[in-house]
């Protein structure tokens, strides 16, 4: 029988997200909150990209509730949670049936985009209160998942036709942004300490999902800035220490910004190979812009979505993490981020703004839009 709803303060009702890149750990992982909790309903969402079908199935302890397939003009991730996941949330949340939604988001879709739309716009669902972030992995595989070099679409597992996102990247994004996380399987001390070198400090890791305590999740962990902080590129203060066995990290720091022919010659050194890296950078040829560095198992990313503030120090800071097998590369690694760096004698003769129409980059960062 379903309990009545436990009034909450300002009328929100709290969700569990779920996310992960392997159904069974997902699955198992939202199963498990599901139980842990009284007067909880399953909102799950599953996205078939070749139909360009997002399904939804709404269930409690009585049973499947909904189970309805959407057409989609185009079967991605942002389409889905626009058009179908936050209105069901709050669909569901408002109808006052229930004490807690525990919604189990589609393979390869990040947490993050959700709490993001709600942070900007809580209008679009004023009775969801997102309560914690958890992110559900293999723990056999775990180090495949967040270091390999397979391809989503190659696992059968894009989120849309055009999906060439790499399982590493969204694997890695998904427990730095998570609020705990639950492995299906205990996993050799090395990969257990990578996971922890990648999430957020003190947040719980768990190796069997029955361990998963519900009950404090959902009185609400997720702190929306908290974790803002610990996945932004531009990261000023001192990283914690590592947490884990078996994981090697270099912090490369510089106020010098990246010449951009050199940094291109280096993407290889810089971003191949199974680690995870992240951070910004800086190039004389965009002095204002401040460009993202994002890269996990061989597959890197480049962009710019901002410039630096009026006043605001300028920085070049990647973070690279690797298992102790790789540690070797940890030196031609840094000896390429600094060979990336200005030289003093071009500080010196051109200064760190130039007047350049081009710089080979435009592909990924678009044209340059400044001339110094």
């Keep these: 029988m379903t309990r009545p709803r436990v009034p909450r303060s300002g009328g929100r009702l709290p969700v569990v997200l779920v996310s992960g890149v392997q159904e069974a750990a997902l699955l198992a992982a939202a199963g498990s909150v599901q139980l842990g909790l009284d007067g909880c309903v399953s909102v799950r969402h599953a996205i078939d990209a070749e139909r360009q079908v997002l399904t939804r199935w709404v269930s409690d302890v ?12 185009h079967a991605c991730v942002s389409c889905a949670i626009r058009e179908d996941i936050i209105p069901t949330l709050e669909r569901v949340a408002a109808s006052g049936r229930w004490s807690h939604i525990v919604a189990c988001l589609p393979i390869g879709a990040e947490a993050v985009q959700v709490c993001r739309v709600l942070a900007w716009a809580p209008g679009d669902a004023p009775h969801v209160s997102i309560a914690a972030v958890v992110a559900a992995l293999d723990g056999t595989t775990v180090a495949d998942d967040l270091l390999g070099d397979d391809l989503l679409d190659e696992r059968g597992l894009a989120t849309s036709k055009e999906d060439r996102r790499g399982v590493a990247e969204v694997a890695c994004s998904m427990v730095e942004y998570a609020d705990a996380v639950c492995l299906s399987d205990p996993p050799p001390t090395e990969h257990t300490g990578l996971v922890a070198a990648l999430a957020r400090p003190g947040i719980p890791i768990v190796e069997d999902p029955s361990l998963l305590d519900a009950a404090p999740l959902a009185r609400g962990v997720h702190r929306h800035q908290a974790v803002e902080a610990w996945v932004a590129e531009v990261r000023r203060g001192a990283l914690p220490p590592l947490a884990g066995e078996g994981v090697w990290r270099l912090d490369l720091v510089s106020e010098r910004p990246f010449h951009p022919i050199r940094f291109q010659d280096e993407l290889a050194t810089l971003g191949g190979g199974p680690r995870r890296s992240r951070g910004c950078f800086w190039l004389p040829t965009r002095p204002d812009a401040v460009c993202t560095w994002d890269a996990a198992g061989g597959q890197a990313g480049i962009g710019s979505s901002r410039r630096w503030g009026p006043g605001q120090h300028r920085l070049t800071r990647i973070v690279v993490l690797g298992l102790d097998d790789s540690r ?9 981020f600094e060979r990336c760096l200005l030289t003093d004698d071009e500080l010196r003769g051109r200064g760190s703004a130039w007047n350049e129409s081009w710089d080979g980059l435009e592909p990924w960062l678009g044209p340059i839009d400044r001339v110094a």
């Design 62 to 73: 009585t049973g499947v509730i909904e189970h309805q397939e959407i057409d989609l003009a």
């Design 328 to 336: 070797a590369d940890a030196a031609a690694i840094k000896a390429a």
